[in-house]
């Protein structure tokens, strides 16, 4: 089991709610903020890169390679309709992408460009 945290900075001070799930021993963190420009969300992803650093949580970027890239953090996590993760696996160390139907499921599985799957809806 994966223990994943996602922010939500309308919940309230996201480097304390990240702190506290570093603390808790949570997996991934994904920084999911989509409405911050590119600067504000570097900004955010290294404050949280820098409490994670030394410990087992890795973050990921929502949807934002670049961001991922210019702060060196482990990976992104890409929505079903974002860039093809076959041509964003080179490029990162950890890479999870949302799906929304059982066909998605079942297109990420067969081509394994991915390291893990994120089921956003209720597929029954």
Do not use: W
């Amino acid at each position: 089991m994966i223990r994943y945290y996602v922010t939500d900075r309308r919940q309230g001070d996201i480097l304390r709610f990240a702190e506290r799930a570093i603390r808790d021993g949570v997996d991934l963190i994904q920084v999911r903020e989509k409405d911050l420009p590119a600067r504000q969300l570097f900004e955010l992803v290294c404050g949280i890169r820098d409490l994670a650093k030394g410990g087992k949580t890795r973050v990921l970027v929502n949807d934002r390679l670049d961001v991922s890239l210019a702060s060196d953090v482990e990976g992104v996590h890409l929505p079903g309709n974002g860039l093809p993760p076959d041509r964003v696996r080179p490029f990162v160390k950890l890479l999870g992408v949302s799906v929304h139907t059982i066909e998605e499921l079942v297109g990420h599985a067969d081509s394994r460009s991915d390291d893990f799957e994120v089921r956003i809806d209720d597929f029954s």
